[in-house]
């Protein structure tokens, strides 16, 4: 009986809410609004290959990734770029790499943190 009322109070137990976890490349972002842009930060570090001929290197840490309302792009690790979204997910191009956030993922802020970049379609 006392098993059985434990089970019920926890199943009653409001369970936490969380923003949105966001995917690309195998890699999980979280994604916080600011006033003039969209910052992501990888969950987990990353491991990226940074070719340059005899001169590639990995690169292995968290990264960060900040798409502007101008459309442009930084990243922590691949640098400058551009960015835009379109019905199939939003994107981020850089020189030689780009990080795709396919599969329908929407750029979501909290009520009242709308950034509104309509104009950075592809």
Request: aromatic share 10%; hydrophobic share 40%.
């Amino acid at each position: 009986m006392r098993l059985r009322a434990l089970i019920l109070g926890l199943a009653l137990v409001p369970m936490a809410t969380s923003a949105p976890a966001y995917f690309a490349d195998f890699h999980e972002w979280e994604m916080t609004c600011e006033a003039d842009s969209y910052s992501l930060s990888s969950v987990h570090p990353v491991l990226r290959l940074i070719e340059n001929g005899a001169g590639s290197r990995l690169s292995k840490g968290r990264e960060t990734l900040t798409l502007d309302h101008d459309c442009t792009a930084r990243h922590s690790v691949l640098g400058q770029g551009k960015w835009c979204w379109a019905n199939g997910g939003f994107f981020a191009r850089f020189e030689d790499q780009s990080i795709n956030f396919g599969s329908h993922q929407e750029l979501l802020c909290p009520e009242g943190e709308d950034t509104g970049f309509l104009g950075c379609r592809c």
